[in-house]
Structures are given as C-alpha cells and as structure tokens.
C-alpha cells in the first residue's frame, strides 16, 4: 500500500482523532499502529515489529545513540527543570513586574513576544522553547491567554527562520537551491542570490506575521481562541481549567521573596549566548575547506547546541538558586522538588514528540509524500494557478507528515522539474510556494514537532495549541493564496506581495475587537475605585 492512495489514511486517521477525541497520545498511537499494519499487509507480527523498530528508531540510529533526537528530549526535560528554579527564585515574578511598567498594553505584550521570536531567528527549535519562557511573566501579567502566547511563539519560529538566510533554515534552502540551480542549468543567478529572491515571495510567512499584528493591534479573536482569551480578560485564568493540572506543575513551588531580574535575565541569556557559540562551533567542526557563514550555519548540530548551551545555562541556573539558599529562602529539599516538578511539566510534550516521531518514521515508509508529490508532477496543471496549486499540495503534505522539511525534500526538485518542463521562469515563484506551502502545513499540523515544542514552551496544553491556532494558520494561509495567484496571473513578485497587503489591510477593517467592551467597563470601574 506503499506510494498510494491508501497511504494517506493512517495520517489522517491520526490527526482526525487528535482533533475530535483532544487525546494526543491516543491518537497517535491508533495512527502508528495503523501505519504498521498497512506497511506489512496487515500481518499481525509483522506490524508489531515495525512498530518496535519506529519507536527504537527515536533512541537508535546506525546502532548507536540517536543524539539529534535523545539530546533535543533531554533539553525539553532541561529546560523544564530552569524554568522551575527560575520561577523558585522569584525571577518570573520580578521581571514581571518590573516589565508590566513598561508595557503597559495587552497588544503591547503581544508585539513584545513577536519581536522577541523574529530576534530569535537562529533555528526554529530554539525559538519555540526559549521565547515563551520569556515573555510568559509579561503576557501572564496582561492576562493573555497560554494559548494565544503559544500561538504568537509558534508564528514566530518556522515563519521566521524560513526567511533568514543565516540560519538552520535557511542555510538547508540554499544548499537544495544550489542543486536545483546545477541540475537545470540556471546561471542568471546563484543560490544565495536566488533564495534573496525568494524571500518577498514567502507570502505565508509574512502573512503569518502579518495576522499577530492584526489581531494584536484590533484585539480581535475568533475561532477557540476567543473563549481562552475572554476567560483571560474576564478572570485572569491564563489556563484552560479542564487541562491546567497538566501543564502548570511548577505553580506547585514555593517562590522566594529575594527575587531578582537577573534570576531570570542571566540564566536566559547564558542559554542564548552558550547556544548560539555552540551553534558556531559545531559549525566550523563540519565544514571542511569551506569556513563561510553559510556552510558554518548549515553544518551545525543544532541538538548537540542546545544541550550543551541548557547545561552551561542550568548550572548557572543552580549557583543563583544557591544564594536563595543561603539566605533562608529555599532549602535543599526544595532543590530537589524543582528537579522533579520541573521534569514532570514538561513529560507531556515529551511524550508526545516520542509518538510523533516514531508516526513521521512510519509515513515516510508508506511513501505518503511521494504520492502527493507524484499526483503534482502528473496532473496538467493551468500555469497561472501552479504556485498557488504547489502552496496547497505542499501544505498538505508538511499537515500529513508533520514536517516542513520532508515537504521541501519531496517538492523541490520537483518543482525544479516542472519549471523546467514548462518555464524556468518559474522556478523560484515555485520554490517559495514548496517552502511557503511546508511552512504552513507544519505550523497547523498536530504531529508537528515545532508545534509541540511551541505548547510545551508557552506552557499550554498540546491541544488547546492546536485548536486554537488552526483558524489562525488558515486565516493566514488565505491571505497567502491571494499572494500566489496575483504572482501566478502577472508574473511579478511584489504585486503578489501588494496583494497580501491589501488582503490584511481588509481583514483588519472588517475584525471587530471582542474585548474593547469589557476593557472599557474594567477602566472605567478602575477609575471609579481611584
């Protein structure tokens, strides 16, 4: 049932579950079995062998440690554990404070946490763990929702590193560009020049950005996200209640009353700068004769970074826990709690990133993007419409497969064939489409591994993040396709891009704020009280 139809019922099959039982684990456990039994025709010991291999697959590679993946879930359990201490130590609630003084707006907090994504452009994993770590004290404090701050976290990791030459992203786009560019013999253009091109024609991405800044400067929310957001407001519970016990186990500690900023500030800033200096390292170590950026960037262990960037960041973490210490504030079996509360908060998304590597293992053995991409390549595609049509194909495939990247290594040389079958002209129109199309698919998909991290980050439960963000990606996804077919019928990038303008232009007129009216009556009362 490989590279057929039938391929695309196990994918299906899960994601329907996830979004109609809300049961993550569940249902990507009925998507792997499934998978297995197709893969083996449906014999029974077969299927459980492929299903042991999936998941020794996560741990084992080539008969040693899988580090790409062992270390990525020891970093999630790592920074569960520097959250933990953080918050012990009074951190959160300092730099909560002292930040609520200077954003004083709950759009203000909103745009803080997209600036805070876009500056972590380096690599899509970082961003969606570090940057709701960060922004969670302020957008606590303004009473935005976890799901909304997930969302904004989660608009801010693919989107941007997708559009950043110098970084894990865009270092891979170039190299695949590169090849595209020798197989067909362009010339008029090198990789690193054709990807700049790219850019502006990225229409998901930006319309990606584009939607925060709508609905964060209108206060305008819609879908699921409105009752997670009104509850917030009206109560200031930031948590859905019915899955808060799972994802806020460090509310459970004690905090100290010596809090500083810096017991925030400093470890943050340790994991970033130590991150990024490993990122580089692991770099250079790869790349051979060719020390440029761009080969630095596109040889770095990303995973090896960022365990021993949590590590430099986590034993920096416990000397400040000391001097709370020392001064009565915390006491050694606390120390230990925080360990042990810290883990525990982040199990879930652990757990759950196992499952959706070990379903992605499964449906790339049935062949599921091959036979999408294949119906591209077959199907006698109308011109005018072929990059908004490569948009919603590669979309499908990144939503099916939960991964942006398998989209690109599936659609890009295809898309480099049907440009050259046809018009050469085409092909970096066609490129942006693949990497805008995998974008969003990845970014709404439920076995998404950046979706994952992206709750487990912001500290929202998974599916709360996922149905509450789906109207958003979507609203974004139409802005895009009316990009992709202005660049389709006139052939010019920046009209797509003028379009994608004008389409949030209309989408900020016509949203209404659902919580300017309460606002109001809040100041107002406020105003009566003072």
């Not at 297995?36 to 008969?63: P, Q, T």
């Not at 799901?147 to 891979?172: E, M, N, R």
């Not at 709508?214 to 209640?241: S, W």
């Not at 939503?399 to 599936?410: M, N």
Request: glycine share 10%; with cysteine; net charge neutral.
């Amino acid at each position: 049932m490989e590279n057929t139809i039938w391929s695309l019922l196990p994918p299906i099959l899960a994601i329907a579950m996830v979004l109609l039982t809300r049961r993550v684990l569940l249902s990507l456990g009925v998507g792997i079995v499934a998978s297995a039994f197709f893969i083996a025709s449906f014999n029974i010991s077969e299927s459980f062998n492929l299903v042991w291999v999936s998941f020794k697959g996560v741990f084992v590679k080539d008969a040693a440690l899988n580090t790409g993946k062992v270390f990525l879930l020891l970093f999630i359990l790592l920074l569960g554990v520097l959250t933990a201490f953080v918050n012990m130590m009074g951190g959160t609630r300092a730099f909560g404070d002292w930040m609520i003084k200077r954003i004083k707006t709950r759009p203000g907090a909103q745009l803080m946490t997209m600036v805070l994504g876009i500056l972590n452009f380096i690599d899509d994993y970082f961003n969606s763990l570090t940057v709701g770590q960060v922004a969670k004290p302020v957008t606590d404090k303004h009473h935005i929702s976890r799901a909304k701050l997930s969302y904004i976290v989660d608009s801010t990791s693919a989107p941007v590193s997708v559009l950043v030459p110098i970084s894990s992203w865009g270092a891979y786009i170039v190299g695949v560009l590169g090849t595209l560019l020798t197989t067909h013999g362009v010339t008029d253009y090198t990789a690193f020049g054709g990807f700049l091109k790219v850019i502006p024609m990225n229409y998901y991405a930006w319309a990606a950005l584009g939607v925060i800044i709508v609905t964060a400067l209108k206060q305008a929310d819609f879908g699921p996200m409105k009752k997670h957001e009104q509850r917030a407001i009206e109560t200031g519970e930031i948590h859905n209640p019915e899955n808060k016990e799972k994802v806020d186990e460090t509310t459970k500690l004690p905090v100290s009353n010596l809090g500083k900023i810096q017991d925030l500030i400093t470890p943050i800033l340790v994991l970033f700068v130590a991150t990024i200096v490993f990122i580089f390292w692991t770099g250079y170590q790869g790349a051979g004769a060719d020390k440029s950026l761009m080969n630095i960037f596109g040889e770095a262990v990303i995973e090896d970074s960022l365990i021993y960037g949590g590590l430099i960041a986590l034993l920096v973490t416990f000397i400040l826990f000391s001097r709370h210490m020392k001064q009565g504030e915390l006491t050694v079996v606390q120390f230990g709690k925080g360990i042990v509360e810290g883990v525990k908060s982040m199990l879930p998304a652990f757990f759950i990133l196992i499952f959706a590597w070990s379903i992605a293992f499964l449906i790339e053995e049935l062949q599921t993007g091959d036979y999408l991409g294949g119906l591209i390549q077959q199907a006698n595609l109308n011109l005018v419409f072929l990059p908004f049509i490569v948009f919603i194909m590669a979309a499908f495939i990144a939503f099916s497969t939960g991964t942006s990247w398998g989209s690109f290594g599936i659609l890009l040389p295809i898309a480099g064939q049907i440009a050259a079958a046809t018009d050469i002209e085409l092909l970096l129109p066609l490129v942006a489409a693949v990497l805008a199309g995998g974008v969003f698919g990845d970014h709404c998909s439920p076995i998404s591994d950046t979706t994952i991290l992206s709750s487990a980050g912001a500290g929202c439960h998974h599916i709360d993040h996922v149905m509450t963000q789906l109207p958003y990606a979507l609203t974004a996804a139409g802005v895009a396709g009316a990009g992709f077919i202005v660049l389709g019928m006139t052939d010019s990038s920046w009209l797509g891009f003028a379009a994608m303008i004008v389409v949030l232009g209309l989408l900020f007129y016509f949203l209404k704020s659902n919580t300017s009216s309460f606002m109001q009556k809040k100041a107002s009362t406020e105003d009566k009280s003072s």
